[in-house]
């Protein structure tokens, strides 16, 4: 019998909000593409990391609206704003309740109080965003008798990482533990180092899963695990290697950019050398602050 029944999975990804400004390059500073997941059953719905700003909310939102389900659950994999701000507004329109891990919960309040030093500055259209999101007990919820569990995972692009496992269709939706086509977010890795970002991978690879959808990715790839897993390895020990032969962060972000051509999402590379190489340059100020200046 196939365990996935009539359950199935699909993906969105929406375009980045309209670029802001420009890049030491001369191209445009655009950021990532973001993919949200909606798990199907026959009649009930969930979806994971609604985006951002009120375009993207309406445009998954229709997608979503096209699907003819009820939507009963929004994940959230991680906290950082660009994968829930807009969470509120899908949460709404469709009566769902949001779900995320007790440390999700604690970083979301984290990118709230961080909202009007970052993300308002580049963005409008960015609705409200209270942190309406509920731990479920065991980490567990299903979705018509099928499991869905949350799986921590630690530190990858931001602390208190998880993703959402789904045995039955051998899927880990994975937020942004995994990548896939898109320039990694290596900034809150400039303290600590990348090594709990590859145990964090260790553990997605440990669930075995046949399908990854990655936070981030290129919507012409496909979501093969082992290779979204290697690539993400991948990316992780070629910047360890750009970060002892290039000197200052435009070299590293030229030398990436030679090493991966089609990447999207300059602009988190872009972001990623200058906090890399700023908290390096200046071992004795306050990380966080230069990591946020690094965005803007
Ligand atoms: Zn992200």
Redesign the pocket.
Known sequence: MNPAGNLSYDVFVNDPPPPDGFLPNGEPKRFSPMASTMICGSEDAVLTDPGLTEDQALALGDWVAGKGRNLTDIFITHG?G??WFAAGLLAERFGARVVASAGTITQMHGSVAARPLLWDKMYTGIPPSPVTAVTVPGDRFTLEGHDLAIVEVGHA?SDDSSVLHVPDLDLVVAG?AIYNGVHM?LAQSAVGGFGPWRDAIGHVEALAPRHIVA??QNRRLDDDAARTIAETRHYLDDAEELLRTENTAAGFFNAKIARYPSHLGRMILWVSASALYGVREHPAENAAQIILNSWL
């Open positions: 950082h660009d994968h692009d942004d977010y936070g981030h």
